[in-house]
């Protein structure tokens, strides 16, 4: 299975952008999607954004007209621009891919927005 590396996260003012990174190495032929998912303190585990092998995106309501996942060329690397961020982006975002049926997660990211 994949081995996920996030990188990009850091604190931001709200209004601010920050590029999130997310490598995938050992085993990567098989992975059909990446994405980014959330979780902040308190809340539930939910959706930011996946893109699929074949380039189809996917967003969660409340990043849509914000938030934008692309792929590297290789890829095995995605990205998230995240663009007029607000404080309630706090969270931790972890890199997420499908692979054989299964899902691989990432340890994680910190991205903070004050206000």
């Known amino acids: 299975q994949a081995q996920l590396v996030e990188s990009g996260g850091g604190l931001v003012q709200a209004g601010g952008s920050l590029r999130l990174s997310c490598a995938a190495s050992?085993?990567?032929?098989?992975?059909?999607?990446m994405g980014w998912y959330r979780q902040a303190p308190g809340k539930q585990h939910e959706l930011v954004a996946t893109?699929?092998?074949?380039?189809?995106?996917n967003y969660g309501d409340s990043v849509k007209g914000r938030f934008t996942i692309s792929r590297g060329n290789a890829k095995n690397t995605a990205y998230l621009q995240m663009n007029s961020l607000k404080p309630e982006d706090t969270a931790v975002y972890y890199c997420n891919v499908l692979q054989d049926g299964r899902d691989a997660w990432g340890q994680g990211t910190q991205v903070t927005v004050s206000s």
């Open positions: 050992g085993s990567i032929f098989s992975i059909t999607r």
């Open positions: 893109i699929t092998s074949g380039g189809r995106t």
